[in-house]
Structure formats: structure tokens, C-alpha cells
């Protein structure tokens, strides 16, 4: 595999600007006014958004890029779960807002906004966190209803430090031998996410399921892991549904200068968590005797 570094502390490596060098300088991330979380293993600050394998369009590797033009993705997901424009106020200062201007909103639960909320396991110890929850509370601030957020974007492989050198040396783009770990999607992705929706299947109050947040490219191997977007039947939204959400560079609304590449929402399609699991299980198995054959072959270069 081979890349280069596409987005360095949310701007593009070919921007020079005075926003993107202090950026970089500062190891800030500008999606969110903190510093960047993104680290190697020896605790450098890595700064890395986006990659671009040689041979394809770039790819968000950082899940905080989603959250890009004031948390557009969560404004999204509230306006379909629950059909309406509403503040999205941090969950612990939500009933007092609910209140005090006898308004409905949206109390958020998540990094920043009012501590991410744990599922527990069967086991009944630890457990998988949920990394948003949005809950609409009437004009008394009671709940009425909620719906969950889990936003995902792709591991890398490989290694891309001198990537990281070369931009913070010169500004400058050197290849990498970074790639993509897709076999995630397998292994820790899509059974995280039937588990996830099969929990919240059960609660009274979550009456649109749970919402799946990726970059376009993400949810394409998931479509494929699959069998194709074809085997996921569309549903309306239900206790047990499962809504992707795609998001890509909107390079078409670039808004030029020190701005940031905005993000677009390229996909929305809503199944169910009996789909995904359905077609998770439906594995697509190779000829008999592909082992033995595979032996015999080895066996035969021998001689």
C-alpha cells in the first residue's frame, strides 16, 4: 500500500495559508478549537485528517473531520430522527434550557457536550460506549424520545511518519506506505454496530433506532462486506433500524483562502438490524479443497 497525507490539522497539504500553518504550528485542531487527539505511539501529536491512497480519493481517517461546520452530522441526524429544526443544547444544561424558554431541544450526550453514555454488556460489567445520543425534550424538559450516533471512519496500516516529517519540515508531500485497514469492517465495525442496534431495539423511547455515521468510502465496504447495497433493504425509520449517513469532500463548495474544505452528505439509507446481521452471517464461501489444493501446489514447487 501507498498514500500520502491528504488533510494535515484539517487543512489541505497544498494550503499555505496563515489558518494552516498555525494550525500545524500549534497542533490544533481547527474542526473543534482543541488540540488534535491524533497521536503515533511514542505520543506525537500525528495531526492527520484525511489520506490519499495513490490509486483512489481521499479518505477521512479521523472520526473529529465528521465533525466539521459546527457539528453539521449531529444537526442531520436530529432534523431526520425527529423531523424538525431544534437547538442541540449539552445534555446536562438541557432541562434548565427546556425550561427556562419553554422550547423543545435537543439534549446532546457526547465528547464535549455531556460525556458519552456506556451500554452494558450481557456480562453486566463494562460495556460499549455509544459516541453520541440526542435526546428531544419537551417544553417542561421532560424526555420524550432519543435516538443514537455512532461515527466511524478507518484505521490506518502501514506507517506515514515521514509524511508527518516532510509536512512539518517544508510543507511538502511525500508518499507513504500507509493504507487503509479495511478488514475493521469485519472485525470490529459491523458487530459492534448489530449489537449496538439490537440493544436499543429494546428501548421505549428510541423510536428511530441508531445512526451510522461514515465517510462515503466507508460505507461502501460495508455495502460490499454485504453483498451490495441491494441486500439492505430500505425501511422506514423504526425501534430496529440502522440509517447510514456518507459524508465526502465537498471540493465542488471549496470556499477558498484559510476556509475548510466542507463536507457534503452524499448517502442516507435506512435498514434494519435484522438485515445487517442477516447478510453479516451470509458469508460467501470459496470451492471445497481449496486448502488441500493450495497444499498440493506448495508441495509440487518443492520438488
Known sequence: MAAEIW?????????????????????????????????????????????KPITSEPVICCPTRLYADDYQILKDVSLKAFEQE???????????????????????????????????????????????????????????????????????TGNYRNGFAALRAGRTVEK??????????????????????????????????LFFVCPEQVFERIAKRLGGKDSLIRYALQPASITFLAYSHDT???RGGSELLPLKQVLSHTTTVYKVQEAFNNVTLPEENVYRNAILKALEAIK
Open 7 to 51: 488533510e494535515f490539522f484539517g487543512y489541505s497539504t497544498d494550503d499555505n495559508s496563515e489558518s494552516a500553518l498555525e494550525a500545524a504550528e500549534t497542533e490544533t485542531c481547527p474542526i473543534i478549537g482543541t488540540k488534535c487527539e491524533k497521536t503515533f505511539n511514542d505520543g506525537v501529536v500525528s495531526g492527520v485528517c484525511t489520506i
Open 86 to 156: 431544534l437547538p442541540l443544547v449539552p445534555g446536562r444544561e438541557a432541562v434548565a434550557y427546556a425550561r427556562e424558554n419553554s422550547q423543545s431541544c435537543i439534549a446532546v450526550f457526547g465528547r464535549g457536550w455531556g460525556g458519552e453514555l456506556r451500554l452494558p454488556q450481557k456480562s453486566g460489567s463494562g460495556g460499549y460506549f455509544v459516541d453520541w445520543v440526542l435526546g428531544k425534550l419537551g417544553e417542561d424538559g421532560s424526555l420524550q424520545e432519543f435516538t443514537a450516533v455512532e461515527v466511524q471512519t478507518i484505521d490506518t
Open 176 to 209: 507513504t506506505t500507509a493504507g487503509l485497514n479495511w478488514e475493521n469492517v469485519s472485525k470490529r465495525i459491523l458487530p459492534q454496530l448489530i449489537y449496538k442496534g439490537q440493544v436499543l431495539q429494546r428501548e421505549e423511547l428510541c423510536k428511530k433506532g
Open 252 to 254: 465542488e463548495g471549496a
